[in-house]
Structure formats: C-alpha cells, structure tokens
RNA sequence: GGUCCCAUCGUCUAAUGGUUAGGACAUCACCCUUUCACGGUGGUAAUAUGGGUUCAAGUCCCGUUGGGAUCACCA
C-alpha cells in the first residue's frame, strides 16, 4: 500500500509546537514508505478565524524543517485543490447525497434552539425536531429559501468499534454520539464534514491527529459508512502539554516554532527533540537527524500518555548541535547576534572560537560578550578566589607584573600571550591561575566569561588590554 | 455530570510476567582546566493507591485516587 498522509492545520498564524510534532509523524510515517506521499492541507472552514498571512508561516516552517511536502495548494496535484474554501461547492454535494443515503437530514433550528434544549451537565443532548421532518417537507422548505444547516443522523444502537494504531480498540456507544452540523448555514462544511470527505477524495490512509479525536471518530465512521467508504488508519496521538494541567496553546503566550527560532533554537534540534515527546527509537540513542528519524520511526513505539514540554532539555539539545556545527555554519548563525550587540570591532572567529563551545542557544550571546564593549561595574570581591589562591592584595601584584610585562610583548596571539603569562608566573613563583584569574578579572569585569585572560586580551587588542589592566590597579589602590 | 483516554525518578522515557527497575535532561560531588563552559567519572532520585490472578506483577484483571479530553453552525 501507498502511504498517504495529511498534515492539514487552519490558517490562524502561528504554528505551535504541538502541531509541529503532529505534522512530523505525518511526515514521518509516509516517509517511511519509499513512495509514500505527505499532503499538506489548508482547513479554512471558519471564515471568523481566518488570519491573513498565516498559510506563509506554515509553508515557511514546514521549509525551513526539510518536511517538504508532495502535493499541496502552492504545489498542486492530483487530488487538488488544497485549499477547503476553494472546494465548497463539493461538500455541498456530498452533504446533500448524504442526506439522500440517509446519513444526515436538513435542519431549520437557529443555534439559539438547539443549545436551549440541550444541558452539558445533566447529560440531555439535543432532540432535533427536523428529524422527524419528511425528506419532501424539508426539501421543500430548503427550495423555498428558508435558512438550515445539514446535520447528521445517528439512528444506530449499541457500541461502535474502531482500531487506533496507538491507542487499540476504542468502544463508544452511539447514545454518546451527537448529531452534530456538517453543513453550515454559510454553506461551508465544518471539520468534521470536510475531513472525512477530503481524506477520502484525497486517498489518505493514515489520519493522524491529536487524541481529543478519539471520542468523535466514530461520528467520522458513521459518514464513511453511509457513503460506502473505507475509513483511514487512525493514529491519535496524546498532546504535548505545557505543565501537568494545560496544553502548550497559543492562548497561554506558550512558545511556537518561531519563537523559539528566534531566540536562538536550530530547527534541526527542535524537531529531533519533539520527535522524543511521545516517541522513542527504543534503544539510548536520542540525536538524530530529520533523514534519520525516517529511517526508524514507527507507529509502533508512540506513546500514550501527554509529554511535558522541557525546554530545559531542548536546551541542552540545541547547545549539542551547536557544537556540531562547523565553524563556517556557527559564524553564519552567530554573526547577527554579534553585531547585533557589540559595538567594538573585534575579529569575529576568535571569538566564535570562543563562544561555540559554550553555547546553548544563540540568543545568550549578548550576555556573554557585552563586556567587550566595556568593563562592568564589579567588586573587588571578585578578585579573591579560593581555588586559585587570590585575594586583593597579591591580585594587585599580579597585575602590576603582567601590566610590565605585557607592555612588552609585541605578538599578541593568544599562544604568546599564554606562554608570556605562563613563564612569568614560573618566573615570580606563582601558580598559572593566580596570573590568569586576576587578568581575566581586570579585563572583563565577571566571574565567568566565555574565553580566559589571553583569549580575551587577544579579542580586545593589547592597547585596550593594557588599558583595562591599569585601570583595574588603580581600583585595587 | 455522562462518556472516552492516561498514570515508572522533578522532566522525557526503557523494561517477550522473572533486571540490583536502564538511559537522557536537570541536580549534587569529583576529575580536567588561564574563569565559565565543553568533556569525563560517580551519586541522589520513580513503578499513584487498594485488592485479585500467578511460583513470580511496573507489566494481566477489578476498584479507588489523580489528571486530561469530549459533549460548538472551532478545528
């Protein structure tokens, strides 16, 4: 069988990270199949939720991962268009066949009506009047220009069954089941009408989404039955959650893809980390590359329960693959921090060498090299360190040697400039650290800084070094 | 409230009914070291709860508790 998958989100202008990872074993799962198909697909039922702008943000995203789509509405295909509002007067015809088979009935209730009469709390669904309408009286009614909507019927009794690839077989008595709008009366179809007749116009074998699916798929089931259809492979999948109670959700400011784009995430180390939220390779591994997942992911090894979003963990990923990253790859992703915030001119490799191994994402740059641009405020307090044997007094001495000395030195490379600090400690008796903890002091003004003293001294040059050191003697006087 | 789903370290998770319940992040300690990181070594830390089935239960069954979802002319 062609595997044949849909990610197919509403253009309302942010792609969270639930629906990223959704979208991802979509991907995934068709990929696995060497001529399996991933289709993308706008559900622009709901006019009211229409965000201009919002379909380029998911065509970027879904780029700028490498889950590049077969078919889809700027691409096109053989099952198009892709775009629902352009495929309304085809849900119109299906509805009112499905009507005719018995599956549905037209309904002239106003909203106001049917919410009345039903009450949530003591369990009494909604009784539709229209129901008992004859199919001429309410044909007659429709052509005669009076407002409905077309909703489904649900006669059955007892239980409907399905198989979920995740969850196993679900049970849900039809009692349960609502008879919910498939038609609206803007003539649009809702989603639970659209769906199923793209998915199956669109030949999709595996429906995957997010499990609060699980209790209307049947109400799906019962559509593709009354028009004959086979229904798709089910693979629900638990949520990705924001704490123990709430769902990462655009409504609670939770961070989406592109948020965390900008703050200084790789792509590549996002989605490997949410590939993990409800899926593992079964076995200890956990970096892998998008080409990678598409070689083990399956369905089998998905999970049931919800994943707390860790963005800890991501973290820690991401500064993973920044440390892959090659030192061309790595300047190209840090320069615009860099410049972005220092104003001093400083030779941008030396101190990407610098940063690379210490970063987690590249929003930190700023914070870690704002002291190029000048010493901060800082107590002498920071002078006295244990491990290196310093205080005040001998930190003054120190300097006051490399300050002679340094003056001296004409090459100012970093491995110079280490051997110079580094003789001159043996020279004085002095351990390595107790030259080098003072100087790193003197010239940045913090406790920790990405590089030592020489790499710092070289980054700033030997006038400002010079500078920064007299500076400091003066503080400790 | 009805129905459905879920439940292993703080977090993500592993464990054909038989393991000292494993790994990763975080955390702590130590090593490395011109600071901090990186890297390395080690430690703390979990089967929600009560019954049952079984020689043997994290694993199977039932109850309880806790959490989530759903019950829209939203998707």
Not at 246 to 254: A, V, Y
Not at 418 to 425: D, T
């Amino acid at each position: 069988m062609k595997i044949r998958t849909r990610f197919a989100p509403s253009p309302t202008g942010y792609m969270h990270i639930g629906n990223l990872r959704t979208a991802l074993y979509e991907y995934l799962i068709a990929k696995a199949d060497a001529e399996g198909k991933f289709i993308l697909r706008i559900e622009d039922t709901d006019q009211k939720r229409y965000v201009e702008g919002a379909t380029e943000i998911i065509y970027k995203t879904l780029k700028r991962v490498g889950m590049n789509w077969d078919e889809g509405p700027d691409i096109g295909g053989d099952f198009g268009p892709y775009v629902q509002s352009e495929r309304k007067t085809l849900y119109a015809e299906y509805a009112h066949k499905l009507v005719e088979l018995g599956g549905a009935h037209y309904c002239f209730c106003s909203k106001e009506e049917a919410d009345e009469e039903k009450d949530e709390e003591q369990n009494i669904k909604f009784e539709d009047p229209c129901k008992k309408l004859s199919l001429e009286d309410a044909k007659r009614r429709v052509a005669a220009g009076e407002p409905y909507v077309i909703r489904q019927t649900i006669n059955k009794q007892g239980k409907s069954k399905y198989h979920d690839e995740v969850y196993g077989d679900i049970e849900i008595d039809y009692d349960e089941l609502d008879e919910g709008v498939l038609l609206k009366s803007d003539g649009f179809p809702t989603y639970n009408f659209a769906n199923v007749v793209d998915d199956h116009l669109m030949e999709i074998t595996h429906v995957v989404r997010g499990n609060e699916y699980i209790s209307s798929t049947p109400k799906y089931n019962l559509i593709y039955e009354s028009f004959g259809w086979t229904p798709p492979h089910y693979v629900h999948v638990p949520p990705v959650m924001k704490d123990a109670q709430h769902k990462l959700s655009k409504r609670n400011g939770d961070a989406s893809f592109q948020d965390l784009v900008a703050k200084g995430y790789l792509p590549e180390a996002i989605i490997n980390y949410i590939a993990l939220l409800g899926w593992n390779p079964g076995n200890d591994e956990e970096i892998f590359s998008l080409d990678e997942l598409k070689k083990i992911f399956s369905v089998e090894r998905l999970n049931r329960s919800p994943a707390i979003f860790d963005i800890v963990k991501l973290t820690w990923m991401n500064g993973q693959y920044i440390r892959k990253l090659s030192e061309a790859e790595f300047l190209d992703y840090a320069r615009p921090y860099i410049e972005g915030s220092l104003k001093r001119k400083v030779d941008i490799q030396d101190l990407c060498r610098v940063l690379q191994p210490r970063l987690e994402t590249f929003g930190d740059i700023p914070n870690q090299i704002d002291f190029l641009d000048e010493v901060p405020n800082y107590d002498n307090e920071l002078y006295v360190n244990k491990k290196m044997k310093t205080d005040e007094a001998m930190s003054k001495t120190a300097l006051e040697l490399s300050l002679s000395r340094l003056e001296t030195v004409s090459d100012w490379s970093n491995d110079n400039l280490f051997a110079e600090l580094k003789a001159l400690a043996e020279e004085n008796g002095m351990k390595n650290g107790q030259i080098m903890y003072p100087v790193r002091i003197a010239l940045s003004g913090k406790a920790a800084t990405p590089g030592g003293a020489t790499e710092i001294a070289v980054l700033i040059g030997k006038a400002e070094t010079l500078q920064r050191i007299k500076t400091a003697i003066e503080k400790l006087s």
